[in-house]
């Protein structure tokens, strides 16, 4: 099994994509060893990473890239860009996403998901082998399609998952599953449906690696911090795929509150019924000793690489800023 690796993940609030080479060179002196990207509404997935794979030999990879959003051809392209980038340091992350990106926001159809995230990853293999590849899928067709600059090595491909259909297909057809809004507690029950997975489909289920991007919160305690750490659940866990989750994680009556409000219009109420215990479980906070010790226990229940998001909900940019950029210090692995 892969041994235990501490990443940031980028890009980090208030700090320019253009800063992110030298940000990441410090990173790399201070023992974090990957760079781990999200894809929301702020940049692309891919763009941080390519700055941050020529300043570096850090590890980087994507978490995630939306098999919706890109085409098959395109989604082919980036990765092996980025390969060429960085060659046998990129870790080609996959996944879903959920209806709002999807569909709100790219005009798609969130439709089979299953389907489509096994689909692109068997096309994506046989691209990355440098085939020319006809392709006729039930989410997508393909018709002779070509990398002209193929990967150097063969890019390995991480699968997001939450519930128990997508983390059997990572532990079925992947390298690695990205865990995500969970907790330490709940990293076992979803690494085990990983592992039996990967066993019964014939593949040593070690050899699966699990990675989870953790929150951490780097605000002292005030009103303010604990809104925004409140709008921040409602945000994602009202989201149908994270309800679903969270549900299958055993919150159904702790989060029933915050669903019912959120789902009869009233976010003021969604938000005051975030009960303090999924805060707690969710959202790592404290001095950096006891966050360290909060990460250390994701490892422990199995996580190989963490991927830290640091979080700040000041509202003067600077200050933001700066909290961000201390955390990076006050967490980095050479200190522990």
Not at 86 to 97: D, E, H, V
Not at 122 to 133: I, N, S, T, Y
Request: hydrophobic share 45%.
């Amino acid at each position: 099994m892969t041994h235990e690796r501490w990443s940031l993940s980028v890009p980090i609030e208030e700090v320019p994509l253009a800063e992110h080479a030298e940000l990441a060179r410090q990173a790399e002196q201070l023992g974090y060893t990957d760079a781990w990207s999200l894809e929301v509404d702020g940049t692309d997935c891919f763009s941080p990473l390519a700055l941050i794979g020529s300043a570096t030999r850090l590890r980087l990879g994507t978490a995630i890239a939306n098999v919706y959003t890109r085409g098959p051809a395109t989604l082919a392209m980036s990765a092996a860009g980025l390969a060429e980038v960085a060659p046998g340091r990129f870790c080609l992350g996959l996944g879903a996403g959920s209806q709002p990106i999807v569909e709100s926001w790219n005009g798609g159809q969130f439709r089979r998901p299953l389907s489509r995230v096994r689909e692109m990853v068997g096309f994506l293999r046989q691209v990355f082998a440098g085939e020319r590849v006809v392709f006729e899928g039930q989410t997508f067709q393909v018709q002779g399609f070509r990398l002209s600059r193929p990967p150097s090595a063969p890019i390995p491909i991480h699968l997001a998952a939450l519930r128990p259909a997508m983390l059997s297909l990572a532990g079925q057809i992947a390298d690695g599953a990205i865990l995500n809004w969970l907790s330490a507690g709940d990293i076992k029950k979803s690494v085990a449906v990983v592992r039996t997975a990967a066993q019964n489909a014939g593949r040593d289920p070690d050899t699966v690696e699990i990675t989870a991007r953790v929150f951490v919160c780097v605000d002292p305690p005030s009103a303010e911090t604990d809104t925004g750490i409140r709008r921040h659940i409602n945000t994602y866990l009202n989201v149908p795929v994270y309800k679903a989750f969270h549900e299958w994680l055993g919150r159904a009556e702790v989060l029933g509150p915050m669903w019912q409000a959120w789902s009869s219009g009233d976010r003021r109420a969604a938000v005051a019924a975030v009960p303090q215990s999924v805060i707690d479980e969710l959202i790592l906070t404290g001095s950096p000793e006891q966050i360290h010790a909060q990460v250390r226990r994701y490892m422990e229940a199995g996580v190989s690489t963490a991927f830290l998001q640091f979080q700040s909900f000041a509202k003067d940019p600077a200050v933001k800023r700066q909290r961000l950029l201390q955390a990076v210090r006050d967490l980095a692995p050479a200190r522990f």
